[in-house]
């Protein structure tokens, strides 16, 4: 009887350690849940509400000396390019300047209308497109380009290769 009470004292000791870890548990997992789902409930708001755009840094051209020496260089021309195609050119010279473009053909200058004089923008870029005369001999030929700024001159010169080979 004694062996009896025992196990009976130790079956209800064991029941009630059980019934206590199981009310921790369950305790504790309530206070994560509450405690995560107040975080993710702030979290969903920031997710949720619209980003306001923060100003970046300005990238505005700063101002040259006037006198700056006046340079030219080709950044991109389009070449080799097939008789009757259109072709580009863009130059990067002192922002301000006055441009203008000359492209000669076996000793003949071109007179397309896009072969105008420019003034390059804020950056120092400027671009011309025309148009190859269906009837220009192939070969590589001058794009000259010369630009004034501040009464000094930069020049460049960029070769056309007209071809009937085009890669692409």
């Known amino acids: 009887?004694?062996?009896?009470?025992?196990?009976?004292?130790?079956?209800?000791?064991?029941?009630?350690?059980?019934?206590?870890?199981?009310?921790?548990?369950?305790?504790?997992?309530?206070?994560?849940?509450?405690?995560?789902?107040?975080?993710?409930?702030?979290?969903?708001?920031?997710?949720?509400?619209?980003?306001?755009?923060?100003?970046?840094?300005?990238?505005?051209?700063?101002?040259?000396?006037?006198n700056v020496p006046t340079g030219a260089s080709v950044q991109m021309i389009s070449s080799p390019i097939a008789p009757g195609s259109n072709t580009s050119i863009t130059v990067k010279t002192n922002p301000g300047a006055i441009c203008t473009i000359s492209v000669i053909y076996d000793k003949t200058p071109s007179t397309d209308s896009g072969l105008v004089s420019k003034t390059s923008g804020e950056y120092g870029i400027v671009s011309w497109s025309w148009t190859v005369e269906s009837s220009v001999p192939l070969g590589k030929w001058p794009v000259k380009v010369t630009c004034l700024h501040n009464e000094k001159t930069g020049v460049v010169v960029g070769d056309l290769v007209v071809s009937n080979k085009i890669e692409n």
């Open 1 to 66: 009887m004694v062996k009896k009470a025992r196990i009976l004292k130790f079956i209800r000791n064991t029941s009630i350690s059980i019934l206590i870890l199981l009310v921790m548990f369950l305790v504790a997992g309530a206070a994560y849940t509450w405690y995560m789902g107040q975080n993710n409930s702030e979290n969903a708001t920031a997710i949720t509400a619209p980003i306001e755009p923060t100003p970046g840094p300005n990238f505005a051209p700063t101002k040259q000396a006037d």
